[in-house]
């Protein structure tokens, strides 16, 4: 099924959509978001190792998610929609726990966009040319049961922002290209909240 995902001037106006693996063979600049899904009591991260069948980047870890916005959607939408899509996570957005019980496949959740940046990156037959808005979203863990996309990651696990800070700093390789971009935007923003 093709995929027509939101494609973007340098200022991120919309200029139309695209296909997406002909968005990324012509190498046209497009919208993309990353999230992070974080722990709201301990503050860990849960992160994501792409498949290895994936178009490009397989086998590289990665933020807890990351998609394009497609026709007909908001960005949040597109975001719970990429969350329910790669890790089987279906969330409810509110500040606040729910006064009534939820289906047991619904978790509470509040979502927090941390900045938007630019990056250009060439691969062998496509490129990445993104105005990438990061987010995270804050939940409780032991609420949650990832049910991983096999098609979209291999692996997945919780680790703290300092583990995870460390590893990028002995391993960058191990990680995708925009994955240092958006972590810096969400520490500087998770530093902010906290000020």
């Not at 990665?62 to 719970?80: D, F, K, M, T, Y």
């Not at 979209?152 to 696990?157: G, P, R």
Request: include cysteine; charge should be negative; charged fraction near 30%.
């Amino acid at each position: 099924m093709n995929e027509w995902i939101m494609t973007v001037d340098e200022n991120d106006s919309v200029t139309g959509y695209g296909e997406k693996i002909e968005v990324h063979r012509n190498a046209v600049r497009h919208r993309a978001f990353s999230v992070f899904i974080l722990n709201i009591y301990d503050g860990k991260i849960l992160v994501q190792k792409r498949a290895g069948v994936k178009y490009h980047s397989g086998g590289l870890w990665s933020n807890s998610c990351c998609s394009h916005q497609r026709r007909g959607e908001s960005l949040s939408e597109a975001v719970l929609r990429g969350v329910r899509h790669e890790l089987g996570l279906n969330i409810l957005l509110q500040d606040k726990s729910p006064d009534t019980d939820l289906p047991g496949d619904v978790v509470c959740g509040q979502l927090h966009e941390a900045g938007v940046f630019s990056y250009f990156k060439q691969f062998p037959d496509l490129a990445e040319n993104e105005i990438d808005h990061v987010f995270y979203i804050l939940v409780d863990e032991a609420d949650i049961k990832v049910e991983a996309d096999p098609d979209e990651c291999d692996e997945v696990k919780w680790i703290s922002v300092n583990g995870l800070r460390d590893w990028l700093e002995s391993s960058p390789e191990s990680f995708t290209a925009w994955f240092s971009k958006a972590f810096e935007l969400l520490q500087a923003d998770l530093g902010r909240t906290r000020e």
